[in-house]
């Protein structure tokens, strides 16, 4: 998943903004220095949103240059879109583990899964795993 970032040059500096995310502002010296100050941004604020339980939207806005987002935090939004109304309980039960674990799983600063859990998951919510390196 990416959220694409506008460049505008302001002052000397490169502002960088979030057309899906417009509580997430950056800037840099450079284009290049910008864009890696819009990828910590970026992740950063959608960490902080899922670990507190605010519920984020997805990139509709597509131009401009892409940032993706981590594959910690990814792993916790997509568990949360996929959990819909279950509770974090019922999932763990449908998973075999407890309520503790599952809720490891879906933040992001603590989210460790191994393959074998990821493919437990991915029967649960009846999915095939995609693995890209």
């Given amino acids: 998943m990416v959220y694409y970032c506008e460049i505008e040059k302001e002052d ?24 890696c100050m819009a990828e910590d941004a970026l992740n950063a604020v959608l960490e902080s949103e899922v670990e507190h339980g605010f519920s984020t939207r997805p990139p509709v806005y597509a131009n401009g240059y892409p940032i993706p987002v981590a594959a910690n935090i990814l792993l916790s939004l997509q568990l949360r879109r996929l959990r819909g109304n279950l509770s974090q309980t019922d999932v763990a039960k449908k998973l075999g583990m407890t309520y503790q674990s599952y809720q490891r799983l879906e933040n992001p600063r603590k989210a460790n899964p191994t393959i074998k859990t990821l493919e437990r998951i991915a029967r649960v919510y009846d999915r095939q795993l995609s693995v890209t390196l």
């Fill in 12 to 35: 000397g500096r490169y502002i960088v903004r979030f057309p899906d995310m417009p509580n997430v502002k950056t800037c840099g010296e450079s284009r290049e220095e910008a864009l």
